[in-house]
């Protein structure tokens, strides 16, 4: 196989150019029967295959950088740079992360994780390499998805002034993780499919394979005809050289599109057009479910452990239709995560309440809050880690206003295999700083519904944090009305009083039971709000616990338990605070199990933390 010949960074230019064809269908066979085992990202790997080769063909790794936006498309580059066997462990507690890290590899040279930083970080390099007075080459590999994403723009405006050279791979599959939405997306199907542009693409080809001088070739053609055919001219208007759009799944086309590239003493934009899902028949008829995978049959495509009970996003998006059956006023906003969040069936049922503002965080929080000036109720669903983008526009534009915005945030906590980009483990921190912000966690499915619904009836901004995977369904007797700022105690003893948020019950009441075993009496309460918390409780019960023990899937640093200990000290109760939540770290890749049992925080663990507590 040819495959086995490439065992360390640069072993593919010993690749003659007509076996080219044949490395990629085995790098697809190699990722889909990995992916299939392990999970991740398979649809956009697929996708970026020849491009990538093309890259490492044209490019001296590491002298030369390659900054991957959001990363997920990479895996084709560390199997490239020597990584092969790290793709058994891959995104596995202590194995080979499924993004760019730099402490991995040198060929990685900028992690990412989050989209739309690529073109930013790449213009910080080419700076410091003019700085340094050195040479090498800097490319970004920015999705069509990602130009969604404000800061994409605010790096091209300052890209257009370079007058030095740097690489921007526009890799458009006309995707993110669901399909591309918006102005960019449209105008990128125009260039796509104008005719007489597509008729002059064949003749710029033709003298890429003849004429040493393809740049100005271009530009003559350009300058001639692109006006002509192709609408707007964004990226030459800008200032950006452009060529495209390539195919892109031509390797020795990419390669010499890439080294004339390099030649242009300012940015260029190379559009280069794949096919999400290439090769295996599944993905590319359904990328959005393969862009992030669990592991699967490969015959078919189908999970190898397919779900039995609903998640909380299928209780979400329950929920999502009832309250916009019951209220017109409702609008679900979301940031290129309509699958992922569970909004699609409100956007069949209610297209026109239903807004997906791309991979713009910043912009859709401030749209929510026009939309709440205006008379409506937007709920803006995303991810806990992408949420961290608009923490400005969250506290200027809805928390100063007081604005009745809810803020329906996925993923909280860890989410395991994406890693430290993606751990949801900051928000209860940064949403329960903000002034008017009211912030609550659900213990199980029918709590998620019930603070759907009171917080859209509430007329304030308001955060319902609940984590991924499959709902709890346990307490089911146990849904006391909620009322502002009141927990809900479960089990009232005396001694020890878990004070437990949101995903972290299921877990007290493993804890109680062992302690209950080992003579212990012990309390457990569901905290339900993290603001405002429940005071008045925590008062009463200091007159008959002596230990409060706090519990959060949140970093300690300005969580839950900071502000119980901070109550207890200001009234001088006599109890201690024994707070279980993350510490101050980011948290690496591996299942959600690993890790609490590596930050001592599942159920045996912290009943030993309390006793130990308690023993002191």
Same mark, same amino acid.
């Given at each position: 196989?040819?495959?086995?010949?490439?065992?360390?960074?640069? $072993?593919?230019?010993?690749?003659?150019?007509?076996?080219?064809?044949?490395?990629?269908?085995? +790098?697809?066979?190699?990722?889909? $029967?990995?992916?299939?085992?392990?999970?991740?990202?398979?649809?956009?790997?697929?996708?970026?295959?020849?491009?990538?080769?093309?890259?490492?063909?044209?490019?001296?790794?590491?002298?030369?950088? +390659?900054?991957? $936006?959001?990363?997920?498309?990479?895996?084709?580059?560390?199997?490239?740079?020597?990584?092969?066997?790290?793709?058994?462990?891959?995104?596995?507690?202590?194995?080979?992360?499924?993004?760019?890290? =730099? /402490?991995?590899?040198?060929?990685?040279?900028?992690?990412?994780?989050?989209?739309?930083?690529?073109?930013?970080?790449?213009?910080?390099?080419?700076?410091?390499?003019?700085?340094?007075?050195?040479?090498?080459?800097?490319?970004? %590999?920015?999705?069509?998805?990602?130009?969604?994403?404000?800061?994409?723009?605010?790096?091209? @405006?300052?890209?257009?002034?370079?007058?030095?050279?740097?690489?921007?791979?526009?890799?458009?599959?006309?995707?993110?993780?669901?399909?591309?939405?918006?102005?960019?997306?449209?105008?990128?199907?125009?260039?796509?499919?104008?005719?007489?542009?597509? @008729?002059?693409?064949?003749?710029?080809?033709?003298?890429?394979?003849?004429?040493?001088? !393809?740049?100005?070739?271009?530009?003559?053609?350009?300058?001639?005809?692109?006006?002509?055919?192709?609408?707007?001219?964004?990226?030459?208007?800008?200032?950006?050289?452009?060529?495209?759009?390539?195919?892109?799944? $031509?390797?020795?086309?990419? *390669?010499?599109? +890439?080294?004339?590239?390099?030649?242009?003493?300012?940015? %260029?934009?190379?559009?280069?057009?794949?096919?999400?899902?290439?090769?295996?028949?599944?993905?590319?008829? &359904?990328?959005?479910?393969?862009?992030?995978?669990?592991?699967?049959?490969?015959?078919?495509?189908?999970?190898?452990?397919?779900?039995?009970?609903?998640?909380?996003?299928?209780?979400?998006?329950?929920?999502? /239709?009832?309250?916009?059956?019951?209220?017109?006023?409702?609008?679900?906003?979301?940031?290129?995560?309509?699958?992922?969040?569970?909004?699609?069936?409100?956007?069949?049922?209610?297209?026109?309440?239903?807004?997906?503002?791309?991979?713009?965080?910043? &912009?859709? !929080?401030?749209?929510?809050?026009?939309?709440?000036?205006?008379?409506?109720?937007?709920?803006?669903? !995303?991810?806990?880690?992408?949420?961290?983008?608009?923490?400005?526009? +969250?506290?200027?534009?809805?928390?100063?206003?007081?604005?009745?915005?809810?803020?329906?945030?996925?993923?909280?906590?860890?989410?395991?295999?994406?890693?430290?980009?993606?751990?949801?483990?900051?928000?209860?921190?940064?949403?329960?700083?903000?002034?008017?912000?009211?912030?609550?966690?659900?213990? @199980?499915?029918?709590?998620?519904?019930?603070?759907?619904?009171?917080?859209?009836?509430?007329?304030?901004? %308001?955060?319902?944090?609940?984590?991924?995977?499959?709902?709890?369904?346990?307490?089911?007797?146990?849904?006391?009305?909620?009322?502002?700022?009141?927990?809900?105690?479960?089990?009232?003893?005396?001694?020890?009083?878990?004070?437990? *948020?949101?995903?972290?019950?299921?877990?007290?009441?493993?804890?109680?039971?062992?302690?209950?075993?080992?003579?212990?009496? /012990?309390?457990?309460?569901?905290?339900?709000?993290?603001?405002?918390?429940?005071?008045?409780?925590?008062?009463?019960?200091?007159?008959?616990?002596?230990?409060?023990?706090?519990?959060?899937?949140?970093?300690?640093?300005?969580?839950?338990?900071?502000?119980?200990?901070?109550?207890?000290?200001?009234?001088?109760?006599?109890? @201690? %605070?024994?707070?279980?939540?993350?510490?101050?770290?980011?948290?690496?890749?591996?299942?959600?199990?690993?890790?609490?049992?590596?930050? =001592?925080?599942?159920?045996?663990?912290?009943?030993?933390?309390?006793?130990?507590?308690?023993?002191?």
């Amino acid at each position: 196989m040819l495959l086995d010949q490439i065992n360390q960074t640069g $072993d593919i230019k010993a690749i003659a150019r007509e076996d080219y064809p044949e490395l990629a269908g085995e +790098i697809r066979e190699f990722l889909i $029967d990995k992916i299939s085992k392990t999970g991740g990202h398979l649809a956009s790997n697929l996708g970026a295959v020849e491009l990538t080769m093309a890259l490492h063909i044209a490019l001296d790794l590491p002298k030369d950088k +390659i900054i991957w $936006d959001v990363g997920h498309q990479s895996y084709t580059h560390k199997l490239l740079t020597g990584r092969k066997e790290g793709f058994d462990t891959l995104r596995q507690f202590g194995g080979m992360s499924g993004f760019p890290k =730099r /402490c991995e590899s040198d060929t990685d040279c900028f992690d990412t994780g989050h989209s739309s930083t690529s073109i930013s970080a790449g213009l910080g390099m080419v700076k410091a390499r003019d700085l340094k007075g050195e040479d090498y080459a800097v490319v970004s %590999v920015i999705g069509d998805g990602s130009l969604t994403g404000g800061l994409a723009y605010e790096a091209l @405006n300052n890209a257009s002034r370079l007058e030095t050279n740097y690489i921007i791979i526009l890799n458009d599959n006309e995707m993110s993780i669901s399909e591309s939405v918006g102005g960019m997306g449209k105008y990128l199907n125009n260039v796509r499919t104008a005719q007489g542009y597509l @008729n002059l693409k064949e003749d710029v080809y033709a003298q890429l394979r003849t004429s040493t001088k !393809v740049v100005d070739s271009i530009r003559r053609a350009k300058n001639s005809f692109k006006q002509l055919f192709v609408p707007g001219m964004v990226f030459e208007n800008l200032g950006i050289t452009y060529l495209g759009p390539v195919n892109g799944h $031509d390797t020795a086309g990419l *390669v010499r599109a +890439i080294k004339e590239a390099r030649k242009v003493k300012k940015a %260029v934009m190379i559009h280069v057009v794949t096919k999400k899902g290439k090769g295996y028949e599944p993905a590319e008829k &359904h990328p959005a479910r393969f862009h992030g995978t669990e592991p699967f049959i490969v015959e078919n495509g189908l999970p190898r452990n397919p779900r039995t009970t609903a998640n909380y996003q299928d209780i979400f998006s329950t929920v999502m /239709c009832k309250l916009g059956a019951r209220d017109d006023k409702v609008v679900a906003i979301t940031a290129a995560m309509a699958d992922g969040t569970g909004l699609k069936r409100f956007r069949n049922i209610y297209p026109d309440r239903f807004v997906d503002a791309g991979i713009a965080e910043e &912009h859709a !929080v401030t749209y929510a809050a026009g939309l709440a000036i205006g008379g409506y109720k937007p709920v803006f669903a !995303v991810y806990s880690s992408f949420l961290q983008r608009a923490y400005d526009q +969250i506290l200027e534009d809805v928390c100063l206003q007081n604005l009745p915005v809810v803020f329906a945030i996925d993923r909280a906590g860890l989410v395991g295999s994406d890693g430290e980009t993606h751990q949801g483990i900051f928000d209860l921190s940064y949403m329960s700083s903000m002034p008017n912000m009211h912030v609550m966690a659900p213990k @199980n499915k029918w709590e998620l519904s019930d603070m759907l619904k009171f917080a859209v009836g509430l007329n304030a901004p %308001v955060a319902v944090r609940y984590p991924r995977g499959n709902a709890y369904d346990g307490l089911e007797d146990f849904r006391a009305p909620i009322e502002m700022g009141k927990c809900e105690p479960i089990y009232e003893e005396k001694d020890i009083c878990l004070l437990a *948020v949101g995903s972290m019950v299921k877990i007290a009441e493993e804890v109680r039971l062992i302690l209950k075993d080992r003579g212990y009496k /012990c309390s457990l309460v569901n905290t339900r709000f993290v603001k405002p918390i429940d005071t008045d409780y925590i008062h009463r019960a200091a007159a008959t616990h002596r230990l409060f023990v706090t519990m959060e899937e949140n970093v300690a640093s300005g969580g839950f338990g900071e502000k119980v200990r901070s109550y207890i000290d200001e009234k001088r109760l006599d109890a @201690n %605070v024994l707070s279980i939540a993350i510490p101050d770290q980011f948290i690496t890749h591996g299942s959600v199990d690993k890790l609490l049992k590596e930050l =001592r925080m599942d159920a045996q663990s912290v009943a030993e933390r309390i006793i130990d507590e308690v023993q002191r």
